[in-house]
């Protein structure tokens, strides 16, 4: 059984940066795709980005492409989320899921795992 766990949201300025952080634990995910989500309140689940189990593919939704980056560590079991110029529309609670199997990345069925979420606020 693997548990994700979501840190770093939080309240940032328009325009600043914050970086998520998701734990993996009970087992490695070094061998499944991961991925970012994030839902707004009274908004469908959002597909943000992933990345294949060794990171040598890395997808981003249109929305938050060129402002957010999203990487692996395998030794600390890790999946990162860089996000640059926030805007409010980026607030939302931030969701990190791990795959066991290929498909298509945006898919959420797609991911086996999933974590609680962390709350990002974006202020104007």
């Known amino acids: 059984q693997v548990r994700l766990l979501e840190s770093g949201g939080g309240l940032v300025q328009a325009g600043g940066s914050l970086r998520l952080s998701c734990a993996a634990s009970g087992h490695t995910v070094g061998s499944y795709g991961l991925g970012w989500f994030r839902q707004a309140p009274g908004q469908d689940r959002e597909w943000v980005a992933s990345i294949s189990w060794n990171g040598g593919s890395k997808y981003y939704a249109n929305s938050v492409k060129g402002r957010f980056a999203i990487s692996r560590d395998t030794t600390e079991n890790t999946v990162d989320l860089q996000m640059r110029n926030l805007t409010p529309d980026d607030a939302a609670t931030y969701y990190c899921?791990?795959?066991?199997?290929?498909?298509?990345?945006?898919?959420?069925?797609?991911?086996?795992?999933w974590g609680q979420g962390t709350q990002v606020t974006v202020s104007s």
């Open positions: 899921a791990a795959a066991r199997y290929g498909g298509p990345p945006s898919l959420d069925v797609k991911y086996d795992y």
